[in-house]
């Protein structure tokens, strides 16, 4: 990697290049649903523009419009893998559950820049919206995201996806269609984090009447444990027997902490035990309703809410 001029000071591009970074990890976080994917995107996109020459670097004219295509063509690579290894995977598979910047765990001194500090928590990671996403062709996902969320233009949006302008508009509108018919009422989140207290409440208080007051009778829980952990292996459907299953759950573990967090820049819950994150909840709601939860149980999806 050159960081240096011939002088030998600082390369003075390099400032510029790496001040990228935060843009390519957002872009590969929504995209791919994970820290430690986003993170390999990032490390291989940069690794492309070092193995450059300097003269080859220097005949780009805009090289963060590069890093960002580069990046998004890797992205679009491992979305057509995704979909086999998630054939594989055990049980449900829901995104990485983000913490807002207060809730995460303490760094390590002088240690380098946490990847979920980069992200931007805003509308486009809330976990419905991912989940969304999910149910999107790799082509359909990059499109939109690019398009909508970035604002990149559709002529160069084709020429990532490798399709034609209008080829990509009609991709980015099929994505906008499965966002809408997905989507919930906008709920105000003082109205959401009003829920999800109570929800915590009637967990802590084991009052099943109030809990099952909180849940739409056609509510949904999915849990992931990747294999690793124990964790519901198929969705859960009604509101009473989430309600019964979650107050079980307590039952069964000793001394297990309910705490309120952000998850991905909306009310959610964290479950601790001894210090231990055991599992981070984010909720989705309808109006006065709780209508899906999502139970990431999986350690390798929680080491952002873990203290190093």
């Known amino acids: 990697m050159t960081t240096h001029d011939e002088d030998g000071g600082l390369d003075p591009s390099l ?22 994917d986003a993170e390999d995107v990032v490390q291989e996109t940069y690794a492309r523009w070092y193995s450059m020459s300097r003269a080859e670097q220097e005949a780009i004219a805009s090289p963060g419009a590069w890093l960002t295509r580069v990046a998004s063509r890797i992205c679009l690579d491992m979305l057509g893998s995704a979909r086999a290894r998630r054939e594989r995977y055990v049980g449900e ?6 913490p807002a910047a207060t809730d995460r765990g303490a760094r390590a001194a002088g240690g380098a820049a946490d990847p979920a500090d980069q992200v931007t928590l805003d509308e486009s990671v809330n976990m419905a919206f991912l989940v969304v996403l999910e149910a999107m062709t790799p082509a359909e996902r990059v499109a939109f995201i690019l398009h909508d969320v970035f604002g990149y233009p559709f002529a160069e949006v084709a020429y990532i996806v490798g399709r034609t302008p209008a080829a990509c508009r009609q991709l980015a509108s099929s994505a906008r269609r499965r966002i809408r018919d997905a989507q919930a009422p906008a709920t105000p989140v003082a109205q959401r984090a ?18 099952i007051g909180l849940l739409d009778p056609d509510a949904t829980a999915i849990a992931d444990g990747g294999g690793i952990v124990a964790a519901m292996l198929h969705p859960m459907h009604g509101g009473e027997p989430i ?24 009310p959610g819950l964290v479950l ?11 909720f989705d709601v309808d109006r006065d309703r709780i209508t899906r939860i999502w139970a990431v149980r999986n350690p390798e999806k929680l080491r952002a809410w873990t203290a190093s």
Do not use: H
């Open 15 to 36: 400032a510029a290049i790496m001040s990228e970074r935060r843009q390519l990890i957002n872009l590969a976080y929504r995209l791919l649903g994970t820290l430690a």
């Open 93 to 98: 598979w829901i995104p990485e559950p983000l």
């Open 194 to 211: 009003d829920l999800v207290r109570g929800f915590k409440k009637a967990w802590d208080t084991q009052d099943i009447e109030a809990l």
């Open 243 to 266: 309600a019964r299953y979650f107050l079980a759950l307590a039952g069964q573990v000793s001394g297990l902490q309910v705490l309120e967090r952000t998850v991905n820049g909306q």
């Open 272 to 282: 601790e035990l001894d210090g231990n994150t055991e599992a981070v909840l984010a």
